[in-house]
């Protein structure tokens, strides 16, 4: 395949909607119109004819999707990732620079959600009595807040460049931790 055809094959994948490559399952209006995934749900019609939603996938766009050579959906973030279509959903799943929910959204109630980069000084501003970035930090009781308020201590520690959310059940009549539980995000 050359390059030019390549190139506007993949314009042809762009979403009307967010601009980002289309993946499957690509999805239709009723006259046909591709949307992607992520937009799909969030529509009442079509943004290009108002026309209704349809059950319908476009499966011939899908099978090109498969065959060419897709940028990562997050190179706006600096993703430099290129795959095939078939194998860059699997990578966007794990790839460091796709947007993340804060590490303390079921804890403090935090709805912050943006690229990873800005993770660090979201952490430093908003939760900074729970986030620790020493490579070499003891966890000693004192460390935390009076823990008999609490049901569980949680913190975030900024490690070898990633970052780490570790979490203690209290039991509640002795005081006594319970399962330690380590999450990488
Ligand atoms: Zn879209
Ligand atoms: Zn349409
Ligand atoms: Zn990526
Ligand atoms: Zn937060």
């Not at 004819?49 to 999707?65: D, G, N, T, Y």
């Not at 993703?79 to 079921?106: D, Q, T, W």
């Not at 039991?171 to 539980?181: C, L, V």
Request: include cysteine; aromatic fraction near 12%.
């Amino acid at each position: 395949m050359t390059e030019a055809l390549e190139k506007s094959l993949l314009e042809d994948l762009q979403c009307p909607v967010c601009d980002s490559y289309m993946c499957p399952p690509i999805r239709q209006c009723q006259k046909g119109h591709s949307i992607c995934d992520h937009c799909f749900p969030k529509l009442k019609v079509c943004p290009k004819c108002r026309s209704p939603k349809s059950q319908a996938r476009s499966f011939a766009l899908e099978a090109i999707h498969s065959k060419l050579k897709i940028p990562c959906r997050y190179a706006i973030a600096g993703c430099n990732f290129v795959s095939l279509g078939e194998h860059i959903r699997n990578h966007e799943c794990f790839c460091k620079l796709a947007p993340k929910s804060c590490p303390f959204r079921n804890y403090d109630d935090c709805h912050w959600k943006d690229i990873t980069s800005k993770l660090k000084s979201h952490l430093m501003k908003k939760h900074s009595s729970n986030f620790y970035q020493k490579e070499k930090q003891r966890f000693l009781s004192q460390n935390f807040r009076n823990i008999t308020n609490y049901h569980y201590i949680y913190v975030v520690i900024h490690a070898h460049k990633d970052f780490f959310r570790l979490t203690w059940d209290i039991d509640e009549i002795t005081g006594d931790y319970e399962q330690f539980k380590c999450f990488y995000e």
